[in-house]
């Protein structure tokens, strides 16, 4: 009897049905087919490094020799933690577009899909290396039944009061969504706040008027053009960088045709939940940013449910805070101290559908 469980619950990992309701307790989860429509996903996994050296970049303290220690087999299991997380992420089914930070290489995302159960759905891959002197890189996974891509652009980020620093590439790609629509998808890492939040403001701010001086090249051409901006900014929906520079507007009451809005807002001002902690405070560092129309029809493709953004907060992510109180992100590290967790940060998601 032993055996036939253990061996049922094996297959039953496999398979990759391993979602439970009672270990989801985000709210406004949705798990039904997405049959006329699609779930964006965007997760930073904290440090997916491949335990290889690589001498162009300063990874080392991410292989068996450096500080972490970074086995083969602690990579094993981050890749299998992520693949549990994207499945239980999607629901019903898997999700059809994620967008990932914190990823060394393209060989991190050829094994996540060849060596965990995420591979049997057919995914395919957008990546390409950033000058991040960490190798640190924005990529992406789609399921090419739901989404097809025509065209992918990594828009580099040069610091012109600092050529020497660098930093992630913010990744477009465009394409069409079930055969029908145009969407416009940026994904974001933008410097981090290492080194003070005050000195660091100058280079978010740069990075959102690159990505301005981009959305803004396309919205003007098309006003009704889709729009989805998915990342970690490092910066929270009323800073500087977003609110003044990218000028993404939290005010969904008046909706403008080329307008920028950011639906992570409303969250970060309850705030209640968060993607990230730092001390004892939830906070959105990670947001989604959408042009007006996919708020403004009736008919169409539109977020759904409306000005709906959700932050998957589930059980197994978790883990108790000791010192600061409450739970916390169960990470891959703390320090240089292994926890073998998922992340520091939780995955976010949107639903794009069809309405009649």
Request: proline share 5%; aromatic share 14%.
């Amino acid at each position: 009897m032993r055996r036939i469980f253990a061996f049922l619950f094996f297959a039953f990992l496999l398979t990759g049905n391993i979602y439970s309701q009672d270990n989801q307790v985000a709210t406004g989860f949705i798990d039904e087919p997405r049959k006329d429509g699609a779930r964006f996903v965007f997760y930073n996994v904290e440090n997916l490094f491949h335990p290889s050296d690589d001498s162009l970049t300063n990874d080392g303290d991410f292989t068996p020799t450096g500080i972490k220690g970074w086995s083969y087999g602690r990579y094993r299991k981050k890749l299998n933690n992520i693949y549990k997380t994207l499945i239980n992420v999607g629901g019903w089914e898997p999700p059809d577009v994620v967008g990932f930070c914190e990823v060394e290489s393209r060989k991190c995302m050829d094994d996540l899909l060849s060596k965990t159960p995420l591979g049997k759905f057919n995914y395919k891959i957008i990546h390409q290396e950033s000058p991040d002197r960490r190798g640190i890189d924005v990529c992406c996974i789609y399921r090419p039944s739901k989404f097809q891509p025509v065209y992918f652009q990594a828009i580099h980020v040069f610091f012109p009061f600092e050529m020497s620093s660098k930093t992630r590439d913010i990744l477009y790609i465009k394409g069409t969504l079930l055969n029908r629509d145009t969407i416009h998808l940026f994904y974001n890492h933008w410097p981090s706040r290492y080194g003070g939040y005050v000195e660091t403001i100058p280079k978010r701010n740069y990075a959102a008027s690159v990505l301005k001086a981009f959305t803004d090249s396309l919205l003007k051409v098309n006003p009704n053009a889709n729009l989805v901006i998915m990342g970690d900014f490092n910066d929270y929906p009323d800073d500087e960088s977003i609110n003044k520079v990218l000028m993404a507007s939290h005010d969904t009451t008046t909706l403008k045709p080329a307008g920028l809005y950011n639906l992570m807002y409303e969250k970060h001002k309850a705030g209640k939940e968060g993607s990230h902690k730092f001390h004892e405070h939830w906070g959105v560092l990670d947001q989604v940013i959408v042009s007006a129309p996919l708020l403004m029809r009736k008919d169409g493709l539109v977020i759904f449910p409306l000005f709906s953004v959700q932050i998957y907060r589930s059980d197994f992510l978790l883990q108790p805070d000791e010192k600061f109180l409450g739970v916390t992100t169960f990470r891959t590290y703390y320090g240089a101290t292994y926890l073998g967790g998922y992340s520091d940060h939780l995955p976010i998601y949107i639903d794009l559908k069809y309405t009649q």
